[in-house]
């Protein structure tokens, strides 16, 4: 903590022009949003992946137009995962699905790193993902029936969204990149700067204050904390690491779980 500290102080803030080249980048590399951008591997900038929360909180914040409608709260949580997923072009769902493949049915290392890179559907991943958005959809339903509000709905939908990607920020944080082969992943990932860092939990402050719930928002990431070391754990005992796919599965993990734990708050 001293060591961030000190880094925070000593260390000069980024640029505008750093901050606005790593925001596009993210958007690019974590959405399908129709951002122009001319990539520039030399170009300063902020890493992407700082600005994941953001990205997240952004593609939650579309998705949730359904609620300007008079549709039934099943329907409307059904249309609001479905726009997610399509603004994200299944991002986070095809890294759950092959690490389903991958870390259940791999014996060794090297086996599941290589069904991972499989592009073909496996069975775990076609039971996961359809029990992982069939969940999602059912809590959702539910919260947006407890909360009776549009904007206290849409306000979580975007905290969830924006707090559970900062699961496989700190993932990255911890733990080795492993790959078979070249992988044009690697060259997104990085541990991030104390300045970074407060970019990261920018948006979840400020989401926190506009529900007026700092309590709810601290234990949301308390427990996106405890998810990120016990599925941190599972990933060093299955492949002594992370790659793009678990960073992936982390994040559709604590959706899940952020989503449970605001629907036992409501009831």
Known sequence: MKAWLLGLIEQPWPTKAMLIEGFKRSVITYSRLPLKHEWQDDAPHVQAVTFLPLVGAIIASISTWPLLFDFSDSLSALLIIISSVILTGAFHEDGLMDSLDGLIGGWTQEQRLEIMKDSRLGSYAAIGIWCVLSLKW???????ALTQSVLIGGLLWLFVHALARVTPILIMHKLPYVSLGKSKAISMIGKLTPHEW???GAPIALLSSFMFAWHIGTFL???????????GRYLKHKISGFNGDTLGASEQISELALLFSILIYFS
């Open 138 to 144: 059912l809590l959702l339903t539910q919260i947006l």
């Open 198 to 200: 407060v970019y990261v």
């Open 221 to 231: 990431c308390v427990l996106v904390g405890i998810i990120a070391t016990v599925f």
